[in-house]
């Protein structure tokens, strides 16, 4: 005979009928194996919406993934958690226009940027970042920041418009001044103002905050102790900017 002779395919060995299809067993093994990932799915996209409930009253002092990770494996961190009424508005004002002056219009997305970031992806030109304060904040409460940040991506939009439906404008503030990152360990705005300036968050002037602020992209390579020239160019436009910020910062009155 010519050639070499076919394999002999053993159905049982591969789980098929005669007729070469799943056997029975193994489909409903197949479904009960995709149940159980809907289930581990659905759980974990309650957890945050539960959350969120749980973090409405004032006296709730949320913590973010960060801050677990640190205490996870023993480094620890300083967090003194601050009423917003207790923070130099000029502080809210200059985090408001470094890092999404249309919070008090948007409903947790800003769409006019996410449109702008779509746009310049499918031309090829490099992106710039998009992320409003309420998607920081679902990032640092409930996610995490890499590896996978395009997956998370996907997470943290309909998470923030979520968040954003349940919360006060005022509120998301405050639990974003109290979780974010202003140094290796600092979290928060008072851990922020008393390890950099060596003032409570209400004593911060103008130019502290300006500086404070433009830290908050990259935390752990800026020090807004120790600004270079570009952050304190950069401080000054911003200082500039929540001098008048005016109706910008209206939902936080």
């Given amino acids: 005979m010519d050639g070499l002779a076919e394999p002999i395919v053993d159905l049982e060995t591969e789980g098929l009928d005669m007729a070469g299809r799943p056997k029975r067993g193994n489909r409903i093994g197949l479904k009960r194996w995709a149940r159980r990932g809907i289930a581990v799915v659905l759980v974990l996209a309650l957890i945050p919406a539960v959350l969120t409930f749980l973090y409405l009253p004032w006296f709730v002092h949320p913590v973010s993934t960060l801050m677990l990770k640190d205490l996870a494996t023993f480094s620890g961190y300083d ?14 004002n200059s985090v408001i226009m470094s890092e999404d002056g249309q919070f008090c219009f948007h409903r947790g997305i800003d769409l006019g940027e996410l449109r702008g970031v779509v746009d310049d992806a499918l031309s090829g030109e490099m992106t710039r970042g998009a992320s409003t304060i309420t998607m920081q904040t679902v990032k640092n409460l409930y996610l995490w920041s890499r590896p996978l940040g395009s997956v998370r991506k996907v997470v943290e939009l309909p998470l923030a418009l979520y968040f954003d439906a349940v919360m006060s404008k005022r509120r998301i503030m405050e639990i974003y001044l109290n979780i974010a990152e202003w140094g290796p360990g600092i979290y928060g705005i008072e851990a922020a103002a008393q390890h950099h300036f060596g003032v409570s968050a209400k004593q911060l002037s103008r130019r502290q905050a300006a ?17 270079g020239p570009g952050l304190r160019r950069l401080a ?7 001098g008048r910020s005016g109706a910008y910062v209206s939902c936080l009155q």
């Avoid at 433009?214 to 807004?224: D, E, G, K």
Wanted: glycine content about 0%; aromatic content about 2%; charged content about 25%.
């Fill in 79 to 92: 967090r003194r958690w601050v009423s917003i009424d207790d923070v130099a508005p000029v502080l809210a």
């Fill in 211 to 227: 500086l404070l602020a433009v830290t908050l992209p990259n935390p752990i390579a800026r020090n807004p102790a120790k600004p």
């Fill in 236 to 242: 000054s436009l911003i200082e500039r900017r929540a």
